[in-house]
């Protein structure tokens, strides 16, 4: 299978109101030349699913100051006073979620579990909605999984069949979105050839990957 | 009363390094209490954990060394030290969840006598959002808030927090530049207070109710 494409001939993918999730955390392992294509072609009405709302600047945090996103669905919006202009004005809808919480749920899509129990968010604003169970006499909340149509990932380095290496922090969801998401695009700083990566330092697998662009790193 | 506050941030963070033991995992927030990693004892050897996927989180780079792949978790270049690892963040909160980390050290907006605590949003005015803290809270051994005693002449330490909580009775140490306070069943017992204040000016600088120990200490730092 031919993975490895020019970032244009996304372009056909790519619809007004799809739903992604970025992998990264304040930027750290956002694929930031796919956040660029999205602004590019202006593609609106977006949900997207990361751990935070990045910086005004870098990051996932470009696409809510250009005013492409609908939802959002994070642990964070701290860094990117602009997330919080638009939620606090209506015109971006935020979901916060423990960050924890958000990992699991991205890992249980991706695992085939229906569900999970957790007591994160126990007695807090968190609870609402959801069911609570106590279980050998502790509470937990009941979370569910959470999926996307794409998972945008960046690798550090990865193969012609889309084995990815992740540097230092860059990992973070990124290899937990890879199996959550129907179409999962990498952005790699450094493109290999086949067996150019040892398979002991294989973190996101191949066969998971369906397209792979390559970006030098700003 | 301790007026310069960056003595009454030292303060705190040299007191709680002292909690510390050898061979722990310890969680630091953002802020203060990222200081306590400066007092570490010689002697011991703890390992820092950085929620976005790290171990033996070591110090902020010099500049021009930055390498923007190590961060922390407000996505500044940090370094990792020998015998550090990196970690997707499933591993991470396997870590925080599942209680393999000894101390949690936050910051707060406010913290109660019953142990509650909120510090991620102010409604209508301020709303960073939880991030991590959920999941420290409720899944580290010990919770150990780091706050000035007061904020603009108002107490910290209040008898009922009044925002949305971060978690319910998961605090078990609350440390000021002036008092060293323990969530018991019976309520929150003051324990030490510093060598410059009374124990009538931290009653009157602390909305919640205060068991005096009847060994009472002076703070060392």
Redesign the interface.
Known sequence: MKKVVDKNELRPLLKDGISIMFGG?????TPEGLVDLLIEMNIKELTLIC??AG?PDRGIGKLIVNKQVKKLI??????NPEA?RQ??EGTLE?Q?V????L??QI?AEGSGIGGFL?????????ETGKQKLTINGKDYLLELPLKADFAMLRG?ITDTDGNIY???????????MALAADNVIVETEELVERGQIKPEDV?TLGVLVRYIVKEEKK | MITDIELAKTIIAKRIAKELKDGQLVNLGIGLPTMVANYVPENITVTFQSENGMVMMGPVPEKGKENMDITNAGGQPVTVLPGGAFFDSSMSFALIRGGHVDITVLGTLEVDQEGNIANWVIPGKKVPGMGGAMDLVTGAKKVIVASLHTEKGRSKILKKCTLPLTAKHEVNLIVTELAVMEVTPDGLVLKEINKDTTVNEVISLTDADLIIHKDLKIMEI
Do not use: K, W
């Open positions: 955390f304040m930027a750290c392992g751990n935070d910086f994070t642990s964070h919006i701290g860094l919080g939620m606090n935020v916060l423990p960050q924890g919480t990992a699991e890992r957790t007591p994160t968010g126990v007695g807090t604003s968190v550090s992740y540097n230092g922090t860059t990992r973070n969801f990124n290899p937990l973190m």
